[in-house]
Protein backbone atom coordinates (compact mmCIF):
# COMPACT_ATOMS: atom_id res chain seq x y z
CA UNK A 1 0.00 0.00 0.00
CA UNK A 2 2.64 2.61 1.03
CA UNK A 3 4.25 1.91 -2.93
CA UNK A 4 0.66 2.88 -4.07
CA UNK A 5 0.73 6.04 -2.23
CA UNK A 6 4.19 7.26 -2.86
CA UNK A 7 3.45 6.71 -6.50
CA UNK A 8 0.55 8.57 -6.11
CA UNK A 9 2.44 11.44 -4.48
CA UNK A 10 4.91 11.74 -6.84
CA UNK A 11 2.74 11.65 -9.70
CA UNK A 12 0.97 14.55 -7.67
CA UNK A 13 4.52 16.29 -7.06
CA UNK A 14 5.18 16.49 -11.25
CA UNK A 15 1.83 17.21 -11.86
CA UNK A 16 2.03 20.54 -9.71
CA UNK A 17 5.12 21.46 -11.10
CA UNK A 18 4.00 21.00 -14.75
CA UNK A 19 1.08 22.95 -14.35
CA UNK A 20 2.13 25.59 -13.80
CA UNK A 21 5.13 26.71 -16.31
CA UNK A 22 6.53 30.04 -16.67
CA UNK A 23 5.70 31.76 -19.92
CA UNK A 24 9.22 32.08 -22.33
CA UNK A 25 8.87 33.57 -25.96
CA UNK A 26 9.83 30.29 -28.54
CA UNK A 27 12.97 30.57 -30.72
CA UNK A 28 12.53 33.05 -33.00
CA UNK A 29 9.90 34.95 -31.97
CA UNK A 30 10.66 38.00 -33.26
CA UNK A 31 11.24 36.72 -36.67
CA UNK A 32 7.76 35.44 -36.54
CA UNK A 33 6.60 38.86 -35.30
CA UNK A 34 7.86 40.60 -38.10
CA UNK A 35 6.44 38.72 -40.37
CA UNK A 36 2.92 38.99 -39.34
CA UNK A 37 3.44 42.71 -39.23
CA UNK A 38 4.65 42.51 -42.82
CA UNK A 39 1.15 40.36 -43.50
CA UNK A 40 -1.02 42.78 -41.80
CA UNK A 41 0.60 45.61 -43.94
CA UNK A 42 0.37 43.56 -47.10
CA UNK A 43 -3.49 42.87 -46.35
CA UNK A 44 -4.07 46.58 -45.45
CA UNK A 45 -2.42 47.49 -48.70
CA UNK A 46 -4.50 45.01 -50.85
CA UNK A 47 -7.61 45.75 -49.56
CA UNK A 48 -7.13 49.66 -50.09
CA UNK A 49 -5.80 49.13 -53.79
CA UNK A 50 -8.81 46.62 -54.54
CA UNK A 51 -11.35 49.04 -52.97
CA UNK A 52 -9.93 51.97 -54.72
CA UNK A 53 -9.98 49.68 -58.47
CA UNK A 54 -13.67 48.61 -57.69
CA UNK A 55 -14.46 51.99 -57.23
CA UNK A 56 -12.75 53.39 -60.35
CA UNK A 57 -14.32 50.53 -61.93
CA UNK A 58 -17.28 51.07 -60.74
CA UNK A 59 -16.99 54.80 -62.49
CA UNK A 60 -15.91 53.88 -65.67
CA UNK A 61 -19.29 51.60 -65.94
CA UNK A 62 -21.69 54.12 -65.25
CA UNK A 63 -20.41 56.39 -67.28
CA UNK A 64 -20.06 53.56 -70.08
CA UNK A 65 -23.47 52.09 -69.56
CA UNK A 66 -21.88 48.97 -69.23
CA UNK A 67 -22.88 45.76 -66.53
CA UNK A 68 -22.59 46.70 -63.22
CA UNK A 69 -20.27 43.87 -62.02
CA UNK A 70 -18.20 46.53 -59.62
CA UNK A 71 -20.68 46.51 -56.71
CA UNK A 72 -19.67 42.81 -56.26
CA UNK A 73 -16.34 43.33 -56.00
CA UNK A 74 -17.15 46.87 -53.76
CA UNK A 75 -18.83 44.51 -51.13
CA UNK A 76 -15.86 41.76 -51.44
CA UNK A 77 -13.50 43.57 -50.52
CA UNK A 78 -15.76 45.58 -47.44
CA UNK A 79 -15.87 41.79 -46.51
CA UNK A 80 -12.51 40.47 -46.76
CA UNK A 81 -10.96 43.46 -45.00
CA UNK A 82 -13.75 42.99 -42.08
CA UNK A 83 -12.38 39.18 -41.95
CA UNK A 84 -8.77 40.36 -42.05
CA UNK A 85 -8.50 43.06 -39.80
CA UNK A 86 -10.93 40.66 -37.46
CA UNK A 87 -8.48 38.05 -37.83
CA UNK A 88 -7.32 38.27 -34.32
CA UNK A 89 -10.21 38.27 -32.46
CA UNK A 90 -11.24 35.30 -34.49
CA UNK A 91 -8.52 33.39 -33.86
CA UNK A 92 -8.74 34.07 -29.99
CA UNK A 93 -11.98 33.34 -29.88
CA UNK A 94 -11.41 30.04 -31.70
CA UNK A 95 -8.50 29.04 -29.71
CA UNK A 96 -9.76 29.52 -26.43
CA UNK A 97 -12.49 27.49 -26.58
Request: glycine share 10%; aromatic share 8%; net charge negative.
Amino acid sequence: MSIIAASIVDAVSVYAQVSDPTPEAPPLADKIMEFVRYATWLAILSGTVSIVFAGGKFAWEKWSGGAMQSPKMVAGAMIGGVVATSAGTIMNTVLTI
